[in-house]
C-alpha cells in the first residue's frame, strides 16, 4: 500500500525515548528486560490455566485469553523498537508503519472488552451464584471472545483505511517509540478532520460503553457484597474479583494518562512515556496481579513447574 497522490513517500522515522548515544544501551536493556518479563509471566499463566483442569472455568477461560492478547500487545510495538536501537536504523516502511498501527489497535481494543467480559462474569458469580452455570455456559464464554475480536478487527480496519487516503510531504519524523494513530495524524498533509471525528465517534462507543458496563457491573456487586452478612463472607466475596479491579483500574488509569498526556502537553516525551505506560508496563504487571495472593494460579504454577 502507499499513500494516495504520494508515490515516492516510502517511509517514516521512529525517534522514540532519545537520539542521545549514551541512553540507548540503558533504554535497550530495559525494555528487552520487561518485554521478556511479560512473555514469561502471561505464557505460564495460560500454560498453567491449559494444564489444571480445575482452572477451565469462565473466569480463567477469560484471564488466559487476556494474557495472550498482552504477549500480542507488546510483541507489536518492542521488538521493532529493540531492533532499531541495536541497529541504529529508526527507519520503518509505511506498510509496516500501517500494520503496527493495525494490530496494536486491534489488541488495545481486545484488552477492553475482555476486561468488561470478566466484569459481567464477577457480576453474575456473585450476584446471581445459583445461575452462575447456566448462565456463563462455554457457548456465552466463547461468543463473548469471538465478538470481542470482531468489534477490535473492524474498529481497526476502519481507522486504517481512513489513514490510507491521506498524503503525507515534508516531515516523516514520529515522536514515539511505535506507530500511533494520533502521532501519525499530525504528520499528514491533508485534511484529517473525518479521522479525528472517527476516533472520537468510536473511542466513546467502544470505549466509554465498556467502562459503563464496568462500573454497573462493580456498583451491584458492592450492593450483594454489602448485604453479606459475615466479615469473612464479604472478603471471601470481595477477594474474588480484587485482582480484576486493580486491573481495570491500571488499564483504564494509564489509558486516561494518555489521553491527558496527549491533550493537555505539548512534550513528546512525556506522551511517549505515558504511553509506554499503558503498552508495556500495564501488560508485564497484569501476571504479577493475577497471581498475587490468588491461590488456584500459584498452586497451578507450582504443579506446571514440577
Known amino acids: 500500500m502507499v499513500p494516495g497522490n504520494q508515490t515516492q513517500f516510502t517511509e517514516f522515522i521512529l525517534l522514540g525515548f532519545s537520539e542521545k548515544p549514551d541512553q540507548q544501551g540503558p533504554l535497550f536493556g530495559l525494555f528487552l528486560g520487561m518485554y521478556l ?14 494444564s489444571d483442569s480445575h482452572l477451565h472455568t469462565p473466569m480463567y477461560f477469560f484471564l488466559s485469553n487476556l494474557s495472550f492478547v498482552d504477549i500480542c500487545v507488546v510483541s507489536t510495538t518492542v521488538p521493532k523498537m529493540l531492533v532499531s536501537i541495536l541497529t541504529q536504523n529508526k527507519a520503518i516502511l509505511y506498510a509496516d508503519c500501517l500494520a ?12 477492553n472488552f475482555l476486561l468488561t467480559a470478566m466484569a459481567y462474569d464477577r457480576f ?17 464464554c466463547s461468543l463473548l471472545v469471538l465478538l470481542s475480536w470482531i468489534i477490535s478487527f473492524l474498529d ?14 515534508t516531515d516523516h519524523e514520529i515522536q514515539h517509540f511505535f506507530c500511533d494513530l494520533g502521532e501519525v495524524l499530525k504528520l499528514s498533509c491533508s485534511d484529517t478532520l473525518i479521522n479525528y471525528v472517527l476516533i472520537y465517534f468510536l473511542t466513546g462507543l467502544l470505549g466509554i460503553f465498556p467502562l459503563t458496563g464496568i462500573l454497573f457491573s462493580y456498583s451491584q456487586i458492592c450492593s450483594s457484597i454489602l448485604k453479606v452478612p459475615s466479615s469473612h463472607g464479604k472478603y471471601k466475596a470481595f477477594s ?19 489521553y491527558l498526556s496527549s491533550s493537555t502537553t505539548h512534550s513528546s516525551w512525556k506522551s511517549t512515556v505515558a504511553s509506554a505506560m499503558y503498552a508495556v508496563v500495564t501488560p508485564m504487571l497484569n501476571p504479577f496481579i493475577y497471581t498475587l495472593r490468588n491461590k488456584d494460579i500459584e498452586d497451578a504454577l507450582k504443579r506446571l513447574i514440577r
Open 240 to 258: 474474588t474479583c480484587g485482582s480484576h479491579l486493580s486491573v481495570v483500574s491500571l488499564f483504564y488509569g494509564t489509558a486516561f494518562g494518555v
Open 100 to 111: 503496527q498501527m493495525s494490530f496494536f489497535m486491534v489488541f488495545a481494543g481486545l484488552d
Open 124 to 140: 453474575v458469580a456473585i450476584c446471581h451464584p445459583l445461575r452462575y452455570a447456566a448462565i456463563m455456559s462455554p457457548q456465552l
Open 156 to 169: 481497526s480496519l476502519l481507522h486504517s483505511l481512513m489513514v490510507t487516503r491521506l498524503s503525507f510531504c
Open 37 to 50: 518479563v511479560t512473555l514469561l509471566g502471561n505464557l505460564l499463566i495460560m500454560l498453567a490455566i491449559g
